[in-house]
C-alpha cells in the first residue's frame, strides 16, 4: 500500500511569510496527526484529527499556526507569518483505530518537510 | 504527564557487536504501549519494535529485542549482530492504549556502527 505522502519535501522562505504543508494519509486511515521536530529533539505532537474533527490541539501555536482535514482525508498546515523559530521538520502520521481494525495504535510517519526560514 | 527520556545522546558500536539504547518513561497509567522508531536522513520514522505493557514478554523482532521493566518503567533496545544499515537517530516513544492517542517521544539516541 502507499504511504503517507507530504509535499512538499523542503520550503525555505523570509520570516514573516506564509507556508503550507500537505499531507495525504494512508487510504483509509481515519486518524491523521502533525508533528513538529526541532533540530535534534523528538517530535511533538501540534494537532491530532479524527476524521475532519480535530479532537487534541492543545499545543498548537493558534496566533500563527492553523490546519484543516476537509472531508477527512488529506490535511494542510499553514503557518502565518512564519517566524525564525519554525524552522524545523513537519511530521504528518497517519492510523487506524481500533475500532475500524488497526493494530496496537501503530502510527504511520511520511518523509516530513523541512522548513527553513530566513 | 508523561514524559519519556533517553540519557544517551549518541552511542557507537562495532559493526556486527551489541548495543543497548536506554529508555526511561514516567506514567500513572497502567495500559499503554511503547515503541522504538528509526529514523535515518531521509527523516522517515520507521518502527522498529513495540512493547504492550500488560505483556510481561519482552517483544523480539529478529536483531531488535527489548528489555521491559515495567515497575522501573525502563525499556531498553537491544540491537544484535550491528549492521551498517542500523545507523540512524532512535527514539523510544509512548502511547496510552485507549484510543488513538498521541505519540510522546523521548530525545533521541544517534546510534554510529563503525566497520
Known amino acids: 500500500e502507499a504511504g503517507v505522502v507530504q509535499s512538499p519535501r523542503y520550503k525555505i522562505i523570509e520570516k514573516k511569510q506564509p507556508v503550507a504543508f500537505w499531507c495525504n494519509p494512508i487510504s483509509g486511515h481515519n486518524t491523521l496527526y502533525w508533528y513538529l521536530q526541532n533540530l535534534g529533539q523528538g517530535p511533538e505532537l501540534l494537532i491530532r484529527?479524527?476524521?475532519?474533527?480535530?479532537?487534541?490541539d492543545s499545543q498548537l501555536p493558534k496566533d500563527r499556526f492553523s490546519a484543516e482535514r476537509l472531508k477527512g482525508v488529506d490535511s494542510t498546515l499553514k503557518i502565518q507569518p512564519a517566524e525564525l523559530g519554525d524552522s524545523a521538520v513537519y511530521l504528518c502520521?497517519?492510523?487506524?483505530?481500533?475500532?475500524?481494525?488497526?493494530?496496537?495504535?501503530?502510527?504511520?510517519f511520511g518523509p516530513g518537510t523541512r522548513l527553513t526560514v530566513l | 504527564a508523561q514524559t519519556v527520556t533517553q540519557s544517551q545522546p549518541e552511542m557507537s558500536v562495532q559493526e556486527a557487536e551489541t548495543v543497548t539504547l536506554s529508555c526511561t518513561y514516567d506514567t500513572s497509567e497502567s495500559d499503554y504501549y511503547l515503541f522504538w522508531y528509526k529514523q535515518p536522513p531521509s527523516r522517515q520514522m520507521i518502527l522498529v519494535i513495540r512493547?504492550?505493557?500488560?505483556?510481561?514478554q519482552n517483544a523480539t523482532e529478529n536483531r531488535f529485542s527489548v528489555n521491559f521493566q515495567k515497575a522501573a518503567k525502563s525499556f531498553s533496545l537491544k540491537i544484535s549482530d550491528s549492521q551498517l544499515g542500523d545507523a540512524a537517530m532512535y527514539f523510544c516513544?509512548?502511547?496510552?492504549?485507549?484510543?488513538?492517542?498521541?505519540?510522546?517521544f523521548g530525545q533521541g539516541t544517534r546510534l554510529t556502527i563503525n566497520p
Open positions: 484529527y479524527e476524521n475532519e474533527e480535530a479532537v487534541d
Open positions: 516513544a509512548y502511547t496510552l492504549i485507549q484510543g488513538a492517542q498521541k505519540l510522546v
Open positions: 512493547q504492550e505493557a500488560y505483556k510481561q
Open positions: 502520521a497517519s492510523s487506524l483505530d481500533r475500532v475500524h481494525g488497526g493494530r496496537r495504535n501503530e502510527q504511520f
